[in-house]
């Protein structure tokens, strides 16, 4: 994979000779040859490269090897494993940011669809409904991707069903069996793990861009959860008791958007999206609570539609369409 912005460093340069070398040596003398710099300059880079979390053994005459790379979500360790083309091309990856959103919104004039920012934290990470979203260092995955497509606003709420579709694909191929409550939440055991933030900028009939935000709670413990979302919210590692790797995940999750996004722009529809969505609901069959900022009603959740809105029922068997606000089981 290439990227259009950044300038390809040394070091990710020595990282992709170490990588290639899959587990052998790789002597000071061919890298520093290949990459027409002195050795001495390979032996800082490296030593960097150390700091940042990557085991690197290193033996005189044999040269250096790499051991293990640190779950890192920058362009180095998700970029390997990135099967896109235009997601993800440029990644704009922070140690820390207010919001990947508004990371995103500050970037989107002057940036091309699919760029991606990651950070490693969020001082004032954002949900749905202007609630916050825990985003503690290193624990969880918190990243926007930005999106240009040619479609009307009232057709930006089908991009949360897209990334529901692809967050549950994605987590699948790390063997996670999430399930998704409409129209936002990843679920698992009953207990919310990720969330979809979709913001739309533009104006009445013309979308500018949008913006996607996809948190997971990956290797949180009970600690990111106060007393008051505990018994709601958790983390991947919380559920199946064993740590994930973030960097698969994360990439997982941007590959199979890609593939369902491009589908959407293609055929002018998400049905291969609604599908996925409608195989993994919790909602559907069940009564739900339907809570708009007037009134509070039960109805049974029967379908989701074609432009993703949760179909519901009532005693008499009439349907209606539901396309914003909070449903409860
Ligand atoms: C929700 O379920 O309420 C949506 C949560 C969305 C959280 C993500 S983390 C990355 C991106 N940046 C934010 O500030 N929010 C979204």
Request: contains cysteine; charged residues 30%.
């Amino acid at each position: 994979m290439c990227f259009i912005q950044g300038v390809v460093d040394l070091k990710s340069e020595i990282l992709r000779f170490l990588k290639n070398a899959e587990g052998e040596f790789v002597s000071g003398q061919e890298l520093s040859e290949s990459l027409g710099v002195s050795r001495t300059s390979i032996w800082k880079h490296i030593n960097q490269l150390k700091e940042e979390g990557y085991e690197i053994e290193s033996i005189s005459r044999k040269g250096y090897k790499l051991k293990s790379a640190p779950d890192k979500l920058d362009r180095e360790e998700i970029g390997p494993l990135l099967s896109t083309e235009f997601i993800g091309r440029e990644i704009v990856y922070l140690d820390t940011v207010d919001s990947t959103n508004e990371e995103i919104k500050r970037r989107a004039d002057r940036s091309r669809e699919g760029l991606v920012v990651i950070s490693e934290e969020q001082s004032v990470g954002k949900g749905r409904l202007g609630r916050n979203w825990t985003s503690r260092k290193g624990a969880g995955i918190y990243m926007s991707i930005l999106l240009k497509p040619d479609i009307y606003p009232q057709d930006a709420p089908k991009i949360t069903q897209v990334a529901a579709a692809a967050v549950v694909k994605g987590l699948k191929e790390s063997g996670v069996d999430a399930k998704i409550k409409w129209p936002n939440d990843i679920i698992l055991k009953e207990k919310k793990v990720a969330g979809i933030l979709t913001e739309m900028t533009g104006e009445l009939m013309r979308v500018e861009y949008i913006t996607l935000g996809i948190g997971i709670n990956v290797n949180n413990g009970i600690e990111d959860f106060p007393e008051e979302i505990a018994n709601k919210a958790s983390s991947l590692k919380l559920e199946e008791k064993k740590e994930f790797e973030r960097k698969k995940i994360a990439s997982a999750v941007l590959n199979n958007f890609e593939k369902l996004y491009s589908d959407f722009l293609e055929r002018g529809s998400i049905s291969v999206s609604i599908e996925i969505c409608k195989a993994n609901s919790i909602l559907l069959g069940k009564e739900v609570r339907v809570i708009s900022r007037k009134s509070e009603m039960l109805r049974k959740a029967v379908d989701i539609n074609e432009d993703g809105e949760l179909v519901v029922e009532d005693g008499d068997g009439n349907r209606e369409s539901v396309f914003s606000g909070e449903v409860s089981i």
